[in-house]
T-cell receptor, first 113, second 115 residues
Framework: ELKVEQNPLFLSMQEGKNYTIYCNYSTTSDRLYWYRQDPGKSLESLFV?????AVKQEGRLMASLDTKARLSTLHITAAVHDLSATYFC?????????????FGTGTLLAVQP | DAGVTQSPTHLIKTRGQQVTLRCSPI?????VSWYQQVLGQGPQFIFQYYEKEERGRGNFPDRFSARQFPNYSSELNVNALLLGDSALYLC??????????????FGAGSRLTVL
């Protein structure tokens, strides 16, 4: 059974600093998603990573995927307050005809001025 | 282009009542999935439907049911509501089919409060 673990669960960082959120998954998965969620809101898709070694960047966020290590990272560069949110990773689980996402517990990011 | 639309956005029910949540997928998307997100947790898979057929079901009791209509919209029904059913219910649509055309797009969600 596919399981997804994120760490840290909570991250308080100062503006201008760099940090990385880690996402480990337990069994083979063909794609890895990163989502952002603001309080009381839905999920905003950030990245979809499809293959080993995939790297995607958008603004101050960069995501990568290592399928051999079953590890994805979300790197934050020079954080700004607007990045404060909860970040989720999710891995695809295929079972027969079913496609479902297994989510991590989320990382609550608080960027302090 | 309209995204995934869900209704209602917020609703309050009492224990024992029944609720129906609705979802319209992105035009051209044939697969709809439902997720439950309890406060402070990640979303959990409830159902997936493709071409009106159930393709998967998560670890939820039989009080939860769903269906998909010929226009690919979907309803999620929850009977005999419990306090623990209070959550944000998310609908996601995708193209569906084989070969993994399954990048999910989520709707804004329906926030259910059970008193």
């Amino acid at each position: 059974e596919l399981k997804v673990e994120q760490n840290p669960l909570f991250l308080s960082m100062q503006e201008g600093k760099n940090y990385t959120i880690y996402c480990n998954y337990s069994t083979t998965s063909d794609r890895l998603y990163w989502y952002r969620q603001d309080p009381g809101k839905s999920l905003e898709s950030l990245f979809v990573l499809l293959s080993n070694g995939a790297v995607k960047q958008e603004g101050r966020l960069m995501a990568s995927l290592d399928t051999k290590a079953r590890l994805s990272t979300l790197h934050i560069t020079a954080a700004v307050h607007d990045l404060s949110a909860t970040y989720f990773c999710a891995a695809s689980s295929y079972g027969g005809a079913t496609n479902k996402l297994i989510f991590g517990t989320g990382t609550l990011l608080a960027v302090q001025p | 282009d309209a995204g995934v639309t869900q209704s209602p956005t917020h609703l309050i029910k009492t224990r024992g009542q029944q609720v129906t949540l609705r979802c319209s997928p992105i035009s051209g998307h044939k697969s709809v999935s439902w997720y439950q997100q309890v406060l402070g947790q990640g979303p959990q898979f409830i159902f997936q439907y493709y071409e009106k057929e159930e393709r998967g079901r998560g670890n939820f009791p039989d009080r939860f049911s769903a269906r998909q209509f010929p226009n690919y919209s979907s309803e999620l029904n929850v009977n005999a509501l419990l306090l623990g059913d209070s959550a944000l219910y998310l609908c996601a649509s995708s193209l569906g089919g084989v070969a993994g055309a399954n990048v999910l797009t989520f709707g804004a969600g329906s926030r259910l409060t059970v008193l």
